[in-house]
């Protein structure tokens, strides 16, 4: 199984700042016949479903704010969040589907 | 827009067979493009992907390996829904269960179902 590792596990930013996670996979999730990285972002807030933000590694969902970009390739990436707000407070967790499907365990943001 | 509304026992007792099911509107679990799949949520084991199917021609299923012994999902395609089966059930199964569209990412998700194995 492909392994997803997110830092930090915890994060506090202040409102309007920047926030962002990492996530390292194990391998690559790069498929080089079409040079897509097989990496999704997800949002989960308590009670709720996971929501989806970003696939495609950096393409963002209909409807998500434009402050929430992805980047990254490879084994490598990041999501941002450009100014915080107070509704971004939230369990973020980033998803690969190169190889079967496996998630990161979750970075808890809050505002410091 | 698609929406999956999840229904089945919040409590199952152990060496049981835990039952849920999905019901699906907005799209159609024949799609040719789409997959439906179970997922679940623990706080031991994080997010955790058990199995999909889908229908391409023909039906199809694939499971993680964790689980593969132990699990069926079914479609019943005049309800437009398909369902989970998980054998033997342990305490170590006790989780939130979601179901999910999708055959790459997840998009949407049920409400989720909290269901513990306890006798």
């Known amino acids: 199984d492909i392994v997803m590792t997110q830092s930090p596990d915890s994060l506090a930013v202040s409102l309007g700042e920047r926030a962002t996670i990492n996530c390292k996979s194990s391998q690559s999730v790069l498929y080089s016949s079409n040079n897509k990285n097989y990496l999704a972002w997800y949002q989960q807030k308590p009670g709720q479903p996971p929501k989806l933000l970003i696939y495609w590694a950096s393409t963002r969902e209909s409807g998500v704010p434009d402050r929430f970009s992805g980047s990254g390739s490879g084994t490598d990436f990041s999501l941002t969040i450009s100014s915080l707000q107070a509704d971004d407070v939230a369990v973020y967790y980033c998803?690969?589907?190169?190889?079967?499907?496996?998630f990161g365990q979750g970075t808890k943001l809050e505002i410091k | 827009q698609v929406q999956l509304q999840q229904s089945g026992p919040g409590l199952v007792k152990p060496s049981q067979t835990l039952s849920l099911t999905c019901a699906i509107s907005?799209?159609?679990?024949?799609?040719?493009?789409?997959?439906w799949n179970w997922i679940r949520q623990s706080p031991s084991r994080g997010l955790e992907w058990l199995g999909k199917t889908y229908y391409r021609s023909k039906w199809y299923s694939d499971f993680a390996l964790s689980v593969k012994s132990r699990i069926t999902i079914n479609v019943d395609t005049s309800k437009n829904q398909f369902s989970l089966q998980l054998d033997s059930v342990t305490p170590e199964d006790t989780a939130v269960y979601y179901c999910a569209r999708g055959a790459d990412w997840f998009d949407p998700w049920g409400q989720g179902t909290l269901v513990t194995v306890s006798s």
């Open positions: 998803h690969q589907y190169y190889s079967g499907y496996t």
């Open positions: 907005g799209d159609s679990v024949s799609s040719n493009s789409a997959a």
